[in-house]
């Protein structure tokens, strides 16, 4: 699993100030920075879209999406290569599903992965499949996911993560397609989530200390 090129961000970014933003009132004093805005990441995605296509396109697909967080990012994917499909002589059939993976407890990664719902994969057999993630932390959970996918024998697996985190016991497993390679932080928005918190925000933003207690469960 090698991966493209990516947009990097460095260790010592320290994102935007959030008042040159809007957010949701209700998470004022919870977050930290604006860390890649909205529109940043919708642009990354179109492009990312665009690869897909180049590598893909022709071939039927089935997306995988990866529950609760990778919503957002699937559905923007989906979206744009929709547009291309419509917008060039090649197109890509599609087809959407979706897996549930639970693993985090605060900021804090567990070591029991549950994958919710949709065990039986055995659509996927023979099948092109794009697996649609938003973040890879130590890869812990790609890999799991990887493995239960090929035990379905695809024809061919490829791997979207929308971000990529720098960690220094990472796996070395990593997505095919990378929006943004970042440090080692606890990020929300954009559907990522702490304790379900942050979903409902559209940046990328990094949370604070006391928006880690106000929500720690
Ligand atoms: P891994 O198995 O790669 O260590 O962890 C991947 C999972 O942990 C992701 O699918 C995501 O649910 C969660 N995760 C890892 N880092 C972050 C983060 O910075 N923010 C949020 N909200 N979730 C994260």
New binding site residues.
């Given amino acids: 699993w090698s991966s493209s090129s990516s947009v990097r961000i460095n260790d010592d970014w320290p994102g935007y100030s959030l008042e040159l933003f809007n957010y949701p009132k209700h998470y004022s004093g919870d977050l930290e920075c604006v860390y890649i805005p909205h529109g940043v990441i919708m642009d990354r995605t179109e492009r990312l879209a665009r690869n897909i296509m180049g590598d893909l396109g022709d071939h039927d697909i089935v997306v995988l999406c990866?529950l609760?967080?990778?919503y957002q990012f699937c559905a923007d994917l989906v979206e744009r290569i929709k547009a291309l499909s419509r917008n060039s002589d090649h197109t890509l059939p599609m087809s959407v599903n979706f897996i549930r993976?639970?693993?985090?407890v605060n900021?804090q990664?567990t070591e029991d992965?549950h994958i919710v719902g949709a065990e039986d994969l055995s659509f996927l057999t023979g099948k092109n499949v794009l697996i649609v993630?938003?973040?890879?932390?130590?890869?812990?959970?790609?890999?799991?996911l990887l493995k239960h996918v090929e035990a379905f024998r695809p024809k061919m697996i490829k791997v979207a993560g929308l971000?990529v985190?720098r960690?220094p016991n990472?796996?070395g497993c990593l997505p095919d397609y990378v929006g943004f390679e970042?440090p080692n932080?606890?990020?929300?928005g954009y559907a990522?989530?702490?304790n379900e918190y942050?979903r409902d925000l559209n940046h990328i933003c990094v949370i604070s200390e006391s928006g880690k207690l106000k929500y720690k469960v």
């Fill in positions: 990866v609760k967080a990778g993976l639970k693993s985090y900021d990664s992965l993630e938003a973040i890879v932390d130590t890869g812990k959970t790609m890999k799991t971000l985190k960690v990472s796996s970042i932080r606890f990020v929300v990522l989530d702490y942050f």
